[in-house]
Every structure is written in structure tokens, then in C-alpha cells.
């Protein structure tokens, strides 16, 4: 209550009024005052203290407030007796009317036990809470440029909501050299404000001015309102239309056709409107002979010819032109054109060829003269000074010497060459020197005659032709055609082979060349197993005098053909016959049984072999190499297997159709093989016995035997060292193995005389006793071992035994 009762002001003033008797009740009027807008809730007064009520019993004898208007600004706490703000008060609503600077909201306070009633008016205070505004915030306006100063015009005053001191105090314009304001204040205190001119006017220099017009008003803190004033000046014609030029000088030639734009005029008027428009048109001062050969266009100002113009008759003219405004009271300018006639340079210069040579040969020398010329032209002074040239001249071997006034000699100044450039047409350009110059043209065509300077050339410097073997003779290898750029018979060549022996042979007995087209061809069929290249020249000659020659190297490749079956050379056998080898059922898996070798006496592709299986009776006891022709065992054999197995191999070169040769195999399994020494008869292979395959194979075969030698030599060695003796002696076992199985434990079947001395150097290394023992019917041996702790006791006998069976080592 104490916050706002420095806000609130109030005033009392009490009567009494009569009521009917029934409602005799003294009645009391309270006068309040307020600013506007403040917050609801805000506590205007206590009413109960203020009317001398019990604040107690505001409740139980029903107090409220009769609105005089639709709103309900205010309220009464029944609690405290308060009158507080229930609704937010707007001075400018209440009170539209600015005719009195006081606004009173009216209302009565109604008690019904007993029923009494109380007038109250609240005082509602302006505050400065409206700024000014301006009914529009563009204001156009138009002034002339005429206008006087001290030429007033009336601005749209701006308004506020607000009374009193909150109103409208002042106005200011923002700075500007023409305009001010002028400010009135009307009977009700409400200001006015002028637009003042204080200087002339230029439209052409300005033609609209912007301002800022600002109404403040008296509050505090005050408040502001802006609008634009935008002054279009209005245009009066207070400019003359001005040319360009005061004097305009301008050459055309004679003889300018019709039409002919000869000047454009341009007068500016810095006016607007019609004001501007310009009209343009000859003077009195015009002669009308002037006017008769030219044309005005009044509103382009174009200046163009209208009659023929001879330099002879007339060198000059002058012309007065005007050009006037549109204006009600039109100004006008003028301006002097003088137009010279030049003289048309209008005969054309002539070129007259004296003398000609039409064609000189090509070994001619610098400064031989082709033709004499002479030129000429009717007109005079500048017009009638030539000058002659030669079109093109920088790329022509040709030049032009004055000989003479109005004489040329055309000479040769390069050195020609018919082969490059066969004839030649010139251009003789002559021209004069008037304005614009005339010129004229003349051809003359030169043809270069031929001489024998070029020698035949090829097109290749080498030729290299793949020749197939086994060609058919005659058969045509290639053109070898050569190109001599001379003509008629400096350019009939001849084609010849340069001959050279090539083994003891003429070359000319092996190839032939036509002499008139250089085709060459193959005397004989070619064997690329004896013959591979051959290099030798071939010369192409011309017919010319003295006659040109070239030559050119020709290389022969010969190419090869798979013409040759690939040779088996291992295992050797006669033609037609089946190998046959013997291995032994006990041999394990891997092992091999033979090697197919074949040679081809081609090369390349051609050469390269690769093995196969053409036939096999087992396809899964036999592998071979396709590379190397190894045929291995891929298992070990068995009881079930048949002793003879027969394999064909077929050998295959890579050639295009392939070729092949065929052996047969035929394999035999055995219990113990017996090396047999018979005498074979050597049969006489017929291929070469020192290719590189059969250099690799007795070096590989070399190298296996030196191997052998070392081996044998560190197991005798450790031969001659006493074995150590066993602490537990065993009894060794002899066991004689059935030939069928192949699997042996303590004991080999032996199948060859090597097998069973390798066998024995590796039982011996073992500290073992080996002892072989003879199959009936001579069908083999059975070797034991025995441990060496066994031999402690040695007998006689059991040394008798050792020394025959080491007798029987091979």
C-alpha cells in the first residue's frame, strides 16, 4: 500500500444528497487521482477508511462498485477495504477527446445493510507514452523552378495522443540550401508547420529534393516522429537547345550515291518533356542549290546527299542549320556545316606485258629475265603516281626491277626447282595513290622445264621380307618400288640386283627383279634348316643423261615351318622295333622306368616337344613327365599286376599343324634283376650327336658319376674301421621270402647285381653281416643280414660263407 501511495494523488469532497424517503441515506463523493498504465494490482486507496467504514465488515454488508462503463477497471478488497487497479487503464481510450485536458472515470461504491451509496471519480493523468505520428510518412510535392523565394507550401502536420505538455511542442527540418519551415500554433495550441522556399531552383542541376521532416513533443523523456518530403521541381523551359559544334566540317568524295550519310546531328536540351523536343531545319542563310543536293531530317538531324555531287562543279558547300524546342514559347540554336568535295579518284591504272618468256627451265640462273612490263594511268597528281608489286611476293622466286619511268624487268631471284613448285602464276598488282586507290591485276603463268637433278629414292632405306620356307620358285616376295620426281625419261628407272656370291652361289641364281617395276622373286624353294637369311643390294637407275642411280639393302629372313617329325633318340631301338625294359616288382613308388628323349630339327614353337600316353595298359601304375618324358611308377607293384605292361608314348611338337613320332614300351617285372652283358651292334643314328640336349646329358651323367665315385670312396673308408661290439648278442635269422611277396623285413630279394652291392655297402655300415644265398634253377639270390654281436664266435665255416658271398660282389 505504501509502494504505490506515492504514485497516487487524491482529493475529497463531500455532500449530501436527498433520496425518496424510503432511501434516506447520506451520500459521499470521493475524487482520485492516477496516472494512466499502471500495473493491475497497484492500490488507488482504501475506501474503507477513506468513507469511515468498518473494513471488517465490508463483507457481511455486501459492498461493490457500480461501473459506470462496460469495463471493470477497478476493484474492492472486501478483506482490507483496498481499492486496487483490476484492469490496465489507457488515458487515450478512455478520453479520445483532446478538447479537455482532464479524464475522470465515474463509478459509485453501493453498501446494501444498510444501503448507502458513494459517488466516486478517479482522475485519470496523461502520460507521455504516445510519440508523434504523421498521417502519411511520404508527403510528394511539386514546386516550379520558376517559384520565387519566400513561396510557401503546406505540410501535413503530424498528431499525438497525448495532452498538455505530452503534445506536439516543435518541428525540425533536416539541412537544406532551398527549404525551411516555418512553425504556427492554431486557437487549440495545435502546431502547424510551412515548407518555406529560400532559393531558387534548378531542375536541370536537381530535380527532386528529399527531406526529413521530425515533430518532437513536450514529454520526458520526449518522443519523435519522421516523414519524407519529396519535392519534384517541375521543368520550365529556361534552356535553348546547343549543338555539339558551333561549326561542323565534313570531306566527301564526288560522285557519293544517294542517301549517303554525310552527318548526324546532335542539339541537346537540358529541359524535360516538350520542353526537350528539338525540330531541327535550314536557315534563310541556306542557299537553295545547297538544299537541292542534301536532305535535313528534323527530328534525327540526319544530313544526307540527295543529288549528285561533281567535284568539277562544286568543291565546297555550306549549310545553316536550326534546331528549336516544342516549348509554348520555343528557344532555339544554330549551327554552320561546311561540307568539302573531294575528288574521286575514278580511273583504274593499266598493265601492259611488253615482252614474255612462258617458261624457262629449272637450272636457269639468278636473273633471268621472264617478261618486260609497263604501267600506266589517265589520272593525274597523287591519283596518277603507281605503284607495281608482285602478289604474294615473299613466297615466289621472282622479283620486279624498274628498268626504266613506268618500265619493270620481272627476273628470276631464287633458285627453282621443278620438282618442288611445276609452274608458277603471277600476280602483277599495281595500284595508285589516290583516295581511296584503284588498282588493277595481271596473271602470267611460267612453267618450269625439267632437268635430271634427282636420283631415284626408295621409300625404305632397308627392307627386311619374311620369307616362308618351302616356297614355291617364283613366287613374288615384295615391290620394291622407287620414286624419282624428274619427268619423261629422267624418271624411267631400271631395277637391277647387285650381284654378290652367297656360298659358292650367285645371288642372281637365287632371287630375280623385274627391271621396269622392281618386283622381286625366288628362284628356288628355301630350306630354313640349311638356309636361314640372306643380305644383298638392289639398285634402282634412272634414263636420264648423265644417268642417277641409288641402291637399297634387302634382307631376307627365312621363316620356319614345322616340316620336320620329331626324332626319339632315347631309348634308341631300331626303326619299327618295341623297347623293352625290366624293373623289378619290388621297386617303390616313384621309381623310374625310362626316359622318352625326342628332337626336332625345327626351331621356335616348331621344336618344342611334349609327351603323352598314347596307349598304357595300367593308367594307374605309369606317370609321365610331358615336359621331360620321365615315365615313374606312381605305386609300388602287385601280386595282381601282370608282369608285362605295355606303353606307347606318343612325342608331339608345337607346331601349326604338330607332327609326332611314337615309341613303344614294353615293361617287364621281375623277381631279382641280372645285368646281362651282350654285344650290341652300333647302329648309326642320323642326327647331329652334339646338340645341346646331348651336351647337357653327359654333363649331367658326368657329374652322377663323379657323385658315385666320392660315395664309394667314403664307404670303404668307413669299411676299414672295426665295428664296435654289441653288448647283447642276438641271434641272427636267415629267411628265405617267397618271390611273390614285396615286402621284405631282415632280407632282400635281390634282383640285380647292383642293387645287392648297394644293399650290401648299407647293411655294412650298419655293423651287419650280409649273406647271399642262391635260388634253385638259378632264378636269383636271397640276401640275410646278420648282427654283428652274432660274429663273436666266429667258425671257420661262417668265415668261409662271408669270403664267397663278398667273392660274388660285382
Known amino acids: 500500500m505504501e509502494t504505490h501511495s506515492s504514485v497516487l494523488s487524491r482529493r475529497w469532497h463531500l455532500s449530501l444528497l436527498v433520496l425518496p424517503a424510503m432511501w434516506t441515506v447520506a451520500l459521499a463523493v470521493t475524487r482520485y487521482s492516477i496516472p494512466e498504465e499502471i500495473p493491475v494490482g497497484s492500490v488507488v486507496a482504501n475506501i474503507a477508511s477513506d468513507l469511515g467504514l468498518d473494513a471488517n465488515s465490508l463483507a457481511e454488508r455486501k459492498v461493490k462498485l457500480d461501473h459506470i462503463h462496460s469495463k471493470k477497471y477497478l476493484e474492492i478488497n472486501k478483506d482490507t477495504g483496498e481499492l486496487f487497479i483490476a484492469e490496465k487503464i489507457d488515458r487515450e481510450y478512455l478520453c479520445p477527446a483532446k478538447t479537455s485536458s482532464f479524464c475522470f ?42 517559384a520565387t523565394p519566400g513561396e510557401r507550401l503546406s505540410l501535413t502536420n503530424a498528431v ?42 534548378d531542375r536541370e542541376k536537381q530535380a527532386v529534393h528529399t527531406l526529413t521532416l521530425t515533430a518532437v513533443d513536450g514529454g520526458i523523456p520526449a518522443r519523435s516522429g519522421t516523414a519524407s518530403i519529396i519535392i519534384k521541381v517541375l521543368d520550365t523551359n529556361d534552356n535553348a537547345p546547343q549543338f555539339d559544334l558551333q561549326v561542323y566540317s565534313v570531306d566527301l568524295i564526288e560522285n557519293a550515291p544517294a542517301g549517303t550519310l554525310i552527318l548526324q546531328l546532335n542539339a541537346t536540351d537540358l529541359d524535360e518533356g516538350t520542353n526537350a523536343e528539338i525540330a531541327y531545319s535550314f536557315t534563310l542563310y541556306t542557299p537553295e542549290k545547297t538544299q537541292e543536293k542534301f536532305s535535313l531530317d528534323p527530328k534525327s538531324g540526319e544530313i544526307r546527299v540527295k543529288d549528285v555531287i561533281d567535284f568539277e562543279e562544286v568543291k565546297s558547300f555550306e549549310m545553316y542549320v536550326e534546331a528549336k524546342d516544342k516549348a509554348v514559347n520555343p528557344l532555339s540554336g544554330q549551327c554552320k556545316i561546311l561540307v568539302f568535295i573531294t575528288d574521286l579518284n575514278d580511273n583504274y591504272p593499266e598493265i601492259t606485258i611488253n615482252s614474255f618468256q612462258g617458261s624457262i627451265k629449272e637450272s636457269d640462273p639468278i636473273g633471268t629475265v621472264i617478261a618486260v612490263i609497263s604501267v600506266s594511268d589517265r589520272d593525274s597528281g597523287d591519283n596518277g603516281k603507281l605503284l607495281i608489286s608482285i602478289q604474294n611476293a615473299e613466297m615466289l622466286p621472282f622479283g620486279l626491277n624498274k628498268s626504266s619511268e613506268d618500265f619493270f624487268a620481272l627476273t628470276v631471284t631464287e633458285s627453282l626447282d621443278r620438282e618442288k613448285i611445276p609452274k608458277y602464276d603471277i600476280v602483277l598488282h599495281v595500284t595508285d595513290r589516290g583516295t581511296p586507290p ?30 616362308l620356307e618351302n616356297n614355291e620358285p617364283g613366287a613374288l616376295l615384295a615391290s620394291l618400288t622407287a620414286h624419282d620426281p624428274d619427268l619423261h625419261e629422267n624418271q624411267y628407272l631400271v631395277y637391277v640386283i647387285i650381284e654378290k656370291e652367297i656360298a659358292n652361289t650367285s ?27 640372306f643380305l644383298f643390294h638392289i639398285e634402282a637407275r634412272d634414263s636420264g643423261v648423265p644417268s642417277l642411280s641409288s641402291n637399297v639393302t634387302v634382307h631376307i629372313i627365312v621363316l620356319d615351318q614345322n616340316d620336320n617329325t620329331p626324332l626319339i633318340v632315347s631309348p634308341w631301338r631300331p626303326q619299327g622295333s618295341v623297347i623293352e625294359e625290366i624293373i623289378p616288382r619290388s621297386a617303390d613308388k616313384g621309381s623310374l622306368v625310362t626316359k622318352v628323349i625326342a628332337l626336332d630339327a625345327d626351331s621356335m614353337q616348331n621344336s618344342r616337344i611334349t609327351y603323352q600316353f598314347l596307349q598304357i595298359t595300367d593308367t594307374t601304375l605309369f606317370s609321365l613327365d610331358q615336359y621331360n618324358g620321365e615315365v615313374r611308377t606312381t605305386r609300388m607293384f602287385s601280386y595282381r599286376d601282370p608282369k608285362h605292361q605295355r606303353l606307347v608314348i606318343i612325342a608331339r611338337d608345337n607346331g601349326e599343324p604338330p607332327r609326332s613320332a611314337t615309341v613303344t614300351i614294353k615293361v617287364s617285372t621281375v623277381e631279382q634283376m641280372v645285368t646281362q652283358f651282350t654285344e650290341t651292334t652300333e647302329v648309326p643314328i642320323e642326327y647331329d650327336l652334339f646338340t645341346d640336349l646331348n651336351l647337357y646329358l653327359l654333363i649331367g651323367l658326368g657329374s652322377v658319376l663323379f657323385l658315385l665315385l666320392i660315395t664309394i670312396l667314403v664307404i670303404c673308408v668307413l669299411k676299414c674301421q672295426e665295428p664296435k661290439p654289441s653288448k647283447a648278442a642276438t641271434q641272427g635269422r636267415n629267411s628265405i621270402i617267397s618271390q611273390r611277396n614285396s615286402t621284405i623285413a631282415d632280407s632282400t630279394l635281390i634282383s640285380s647285381d647292383a642293387y645287392w652291392y648297394s644293399l650290401f655297402l648299407a647293411e655294412t655300415r650298419k655293423g651287419k653281416v650280409v649273406v647271399r644265398q642262391p635260388l634253385p634253377n638259378g632264378a636269383g639270390f636271397i640276401v640275410s643280414s646278420i648282427p654283428g654281436s652274432a660274429a663273436l664266435t666266429e667258425t671257420s665255416a661262417s668265415r668261409s660263407t662271408l669270403q664267397e658271398s663278398s667273392s660274388d660282389l660285382p
Request: glycine letters at 2%; aromatic letters at 8%.
Open 160 to 201: 499525438d495522443a497525448d495532452v498538455g505538455e505530452n503534445s506536439i511542442e516543435t518541428y525540425y527540418l533536416s539541412e537544406s540550401d532551398e527549404f525551411t519551415i516555418e512553425i504556427q500554433s492554431g486557437s487549440d495550441g495545435t502546431k502547424y508547420v510551412d515548407l518555406v522556399l529560400k532559393a531558387n531552383l
Open 438 to 467: 584503284l588498282n588493277d591485276n595481271e596473271m602470267i603463268s611460267v612453267e618450269i622445264q625439267d632437268v635430271n637433278d634427282n636420283a631415284p629414292v626408295f621409300s625404305q632405306t632397308h627392307y627386311t621380307i619374311h620369307l
Open 507 to 533: 645371288i642372281s641364281m637365287l632371287f630375280s627383279i623385274n627391271p621396269e617395276n622392281g618386283n622381286l622373286y625366288a628362284l628356288r624353294t628355301f630350306d630354313y634348316e640349311r638356309e636361314k637369311e
Open 105 to 146: 472515470l465515474k463509478m459509485d461504491v453501493i453498501i446494501e445493510s444498510p444501503i448507502r451509496i458513494f459517488n466516486i471519480e478517479l482522475e485519470i493523468m496523461d502520460i507521455n507514452d504516445n510519440a508523434p505520428q504523421f498521417r502519411r510518412e511520404r508527403i510528394p510535392l511539386d514546386i516550379s523552378e520558376s
